[in-house]
């Protein structure tokens, strides 16, 4: 009787292709069912083709040789399926070639891989004149796709009609008349790119005569499971006490940092004349951003994490348009040359 059965064996042959983001993975089975010595062997050969996302580092769709492979395909799917902390952590146990070939636009933050966002910042000095102009630079996607927005003196208020952008998500802070003692300027503004992130939270918004202040923590699409949020403090801060305010500004990092101890946090926005020190953190704008002087700052726990470019100002503002470019601190020709501001000098508008 068991002569009878079949015999099964499988040959595969493996060929990969990059396309874009995503690995194709192309090939051929042949199966042979080797049965009676009259019968001899029978052979047929399936072509077959398996897509497998880039960031997952392993595939598993390598080939291999056997009698029989349903067993190790119903466990791949069980393990798809579980959700109790002992299968999650058997997952990222099985993940090392995902830190070892993580694409260029990822950082390693406290153990993980993460995609650091394209940031475009700047000083609009009143935002409602500029919402044309920002509408067409979005449309130009090849030269223009910020993951992130900041924006300070939107000069906005809660008379100022809903504003909306296609994709994107929009916070504010308007000024408060009423808490800062000032009636025009201020303001701040956060637009999030839904391609990148939906996950988002403000956690905190302080108004003050000294300065404005939104804390919003922010879980990207492809953010790795149990890895800490990304962090982003926007400050805008036009005095007159600047000791005063960096001393409070200061605590809002201090209490992100207790709050998702070692996350990346990033602390940014018009600075003026208020210094910030803080011990272990890098201020990533090398470019002039007000004529020659350097006033609108992004200060991050990432080492070597962004690097800078300017350009024109958004209308009439006297403020260069500042974008931030994730740089991947694991390829070893990023050096300290890349820090320079080289590209073409852009001369403010005058008003």
Known sequence: ?????????????????????????????????????????????????????????????????????????????????????????????????????????????????????????????????????????????????????????????SNTKNISFKNHMLYRVDRDARLTGKYKGGGLMMLVNEAWATDVEVENIMITPHYELMVASIIPHDHPEDAPPLTFILVYVPGPDFAQAAAEIIGFYSDAVERYPGGPIFLLGDFNRCEITLKDVEQYVTCPTREENILDKCYGNVPGAYRSERRPPLGKSDHNVIHLIPKDISDESDSSEDDKCTHDNTKPRKK
Not at 25 to 45: A, L, P, S, V
Not at 63 to 68: E, F, L, M, Q
């Open 1 to 157: 009787m068991l002569e009878q059965i079949p015999e099964k064996e499988y040959h595969i042959n493996l060929a990969q292709e990059m396309f874009g983001s995503q690995i194709y993975t192309r090939g051929t089975i042949c199966i042979e069912y080797k049965q009676t010595q009259k019968q001899g062997t029978r052979r047929f050969t399936e072509k077959f083709i398996v897509l497998c996302t880039k960031d997952t580092g392993e595939t598993e769709c390598g080939g291999s040789s056997g009698k029989d492979k349903s067993g190790a395909n119903k466990n791949r799917r069980q393990k798809k399926k579980a959700t109790s902390p002992e299968d999650r952590n058997l997952k990222q146990q099985r993940k090392p070639a995902f830190q070892k070939t993580a694409h260029k636009s990822k950082t390693k933050v406290k153990g993980f891989w993460i995609r650091l966002p394209k940031i475009m910042m700047s000083n609009v000095c009143s935002f409602s004149n500029k919402i044309e102009e920002l509408e067409e630079l979005m449309e130009d996607v090849e030269n223009f796709n910020s993951d992130l927005m900041f924006f300070t003196e939107t000069w906005l208020n």
